[in-house]
């Protein structure tokens, strides 16, 4: 199981009110708890934070914000102590607009080679005056922003797929290439044992950039001929990566591919390419069991073609979480209930997101002035972004910080309701949301019925899903609106307690 550390809201050491690296190293007690086999720390390279790290201005360093480098070295020693991997967020599509290579090509004039490390156009129509092609921001506004020559008028315009912060690197710029091989042998000497790689399918851009068919985007929402992404020559990119990767043994990669065509898909996990890619179609899903039965199927299907492993995820870092998305606290809980025992039942590898193992919802009432999220002020705040589901962890005490930080303040408050969901409070109830990650996971690292590649889906009642696993597990979810009998075997685990004999609703059962 990989566990996703927003480090921003994980722990604070220094008490600053932000989550650090140190707060990481303090906490990997509760991992290993926890069960946890692999880190993903989310970026923590030195960044102005326009994107919370994902604007990178020296990819070969910590940010001060967070530690240093000597301090993830003793933290990826400690974890490695533990049994437990690292992996890095590294940010291979943009830098941010303060790295030096940009700097430097904003300086320089046209067709420049420090200008041939990002993609610089001049623009359309009379003077310039319009974007060089109609593709958007991710983020809302346009992707390409403007930039005054060095006469103090207008010049050409840079590319940026996200923020106007996250200019678009060059990717057949050879340059761009060696120095990102540099950045992985850097972190890998280091002892870290991988990377979940950001955009994996960005970074290629197709040729002459062409004008969009449909100018829509928004975040998550995804249409595989957007020319943005998914370009063909990603994959020589991918190839190349992996022979750096290859030279460390058991050095890992994942990449975030949002591609919804599986023989596409399974391009990314060919066995030359990316070791892992996100496959988000159980966070696409509502709690219906015919639609989760066909995001199972499909994920499992994605990658059999190219021998890969399936990847599982509710939520992370960008997406709602779980229990808001599924019906908010109550009725959403049970569901997040039932959905990791789910999840933990299939085979592959399941990422949690720091804080799913609580049970949080989303924070929907952030007050605006303490958002941070560019899209806020991208989208004309029409969209409040992605902060609501990035609020830091509660860990102990009856009053926010709850122990997250010492500051008085955390980065973005925490709901004085969450007393309820603290570490603390959970850890001394059986009935918790976290007793029951701890349990589940458990079982899954120690059963041998967890085994196998393959599922066997079983008839069940309407609403209903159950699965086999070759070694024996059997999954029932019960989505329908009365309790169920349970398929014939001994109870390993449920998420809600049985009623007479029967998996209630919204509820999940483990038996073998
Ligand atoms: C995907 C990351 O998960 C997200 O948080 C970030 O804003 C974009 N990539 C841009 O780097």
């Not at 990178?56 to 400690?78: K, N, Q, W, Y």
């Not at 058991?250 to 599986?262: L, Q, R």
């Not at 979810?477 to 075997?489: D, E, F, R």
Request: net charge negative.
């Amino acid at each position: 199981m990989f566990y996703q550390v927003y480090p921003r809201s994980f722990a604070d050491s220094d008490g600053d009110g932000v989550g650090d690296l140190g707060g990481v190293l303090d906490r990997l007690g509760y991992l290993e708890l926890l069960g946890v086999d692999a880190l993903w720390i989310c970026p923590v390279m030195r960044s102005p934070m326009a994107d919370g790290g994902y604007d990178v201005s020296d990819p070969r360093d910590i940010d001060p914000l967070f530690g240093d480098v000597a301090l993830l070295e003793d933290l990826v020693a400690e974890a490695h102590d533990r049994r437990m991997r690292v992996t890095m967020d590294l940010v291979p599509n943009h830098t941010s607009d303060r790295h030096p290579w940009f700097v430097a090509a904003l300086a320089a004039p046209p067709e420049s080679p420090e200008r041939a490390r990002y993609i610089f156009r001049d623009g359309r129509g009379p003077g310039g005056d319009e974007p060089p092609n109609n593709w958007p921001s991710i983020f809302g506004g346009p992707a390409w922003t403007r930039v005054t020559g060095a006469d103090g008028a207008p010049g050409q315009w840079y590319l940026h797929i996200f923020a106007a912060e996250q200019p678009d690197l060059n990717w057949d710029n050879p340059e761009v290439v060696a120095d990102f091989e540099q950045t992985m042998r850097f972190w890998l000497n280091r002892g870290v044992d991988g990377f979940r790689i950001d955009v994996a399918h960005g970074m290629a851009k197709p040729p002459g950039l062409p004008d969009m068919a449909r100018v829509e985007t928004k975040m998550l929402v995804h249409d595989d001929s957007d020319p943005r992404f998914n370009n063909p020559a990603v994959h020589d990119i991918h190839r190349r990566l992996r022979k750096v990767l290859d030279e460390y043994p058991d050095a890992v990669s994942i990449g975030e591919v949002w591609v919804d065509d599986n023989t596409r898909f399974a391009e990314y996990v060919r066995p030359d390419e990316l070791h892992l890619a996100f496959n988000f179609r159980l966070a696409e899903t509502a709690f219906d069991a015919a639609e989760i039965r066909v995001a199972v199927d499909n994920s499992i299907d994605a990658v059999r073609s190219v021998g890969a492993s399936p990847t599982w995820t509710l939520s992370n870092h960008d997406i709602e979480r779980e229990v808001t998305r599924y019906g908010g606290t109550g009725v959403g809980l049970d569901r997040a209930r039932a959905m990791i025992l789910l999840e933990l039942a299939l085979p592959g590898a399941v990422f949690v997101y720091n804080g799913s193992e609580l049970g949080l919802p989303n924070v929907d009432d952030l007050p605006d002035e303490v958002l941070q999220d560019p899209v806020w002020e991208r989208s004309g705040h029409t969209d409040r972004g992605r902060d609501g589901c990035r609020v830091p962890m509660p860990w102990e005490g009856r009053r926010p910080p709850f122990g997250f930080t010492t500051a008085e303040k955390s980065w973005l408050p925490i709901p004085p309701q969450w007393s309820e969901l603290t570490v603390e409070t959970q850890l001394e109830r059986m009935d918790s949301m976290l007793s029951l990650y701890r349990m589940a996971i458990e079982l899954r690292g120690a059963r041998p019925e967890f085994a196998g590649l393959g599922i066997d889906w079983y008839g069940s009642p309407a609403d209903c899903l159950a699965f086999r696993r070759t070694g024996g597990l059997v999954c029932a979810l019960n989505a329908s609106a009365v309790p169920i009998p349970l398929p014939p075997g001994e109870l390993l685990l449920a998420s809600a307690p049985l009623e007479g004999g029967m998996l209630p609703v919204n509820a999940a059962a483990w038996l073998v």
